[in-house]
């Protein structure tokens, strides 16, 4: 069950990190992303068929334009928005837990 309090939540005042200025907000954003699209990756990676795989290589080779890859793997796996939301509130729930400690 995905926690949509979680999922909706802006992670920069849920940390405590307003007070730092909007460059190091927008990095700081952009390497979270990244993170969440490594695990998105290596959860599709799991669930993707064999036989599409070389497929979605052939996507990630060819710097395909996101909507492509997203309409793809919409198409290979049923629960791919719902795979999204759960890494996504994963990332944000263990920095919320990092930073209260």
Do not use: C
């Not at 952009?30 to 699209?37: A, F, Y």
Request: hydrophobic residues 40%.
């Amino acid at each position: 069950m995905i926690d949509k309090n979680i999922l909706e939540k802006d992670i920069i005042p849920e940390l405590g990190l307003e007070h730092l200025s909007k460059d190091k907000q927008i990095a700081l954003l952009d390497e979270m992303s990244k993170v969440v699209q490594k695990r998105i990756t290596l959860r599709v990676l799991e669930e993707m068929p064999e036989e599409e795989k070389d497929e979605f290589e052939r996507f990630l080779d060819n710097s395909s334009e996101p909507e492509q890859i997203s309409d793809f793997l919409q198409k290979v796996i049923p629960n791919f928005f719902e795979i999204v939301q759960e890494e996504i509130v994963k990332l944000k729930s263990e920095m919320i837990n990092e930073f209260s400690e």
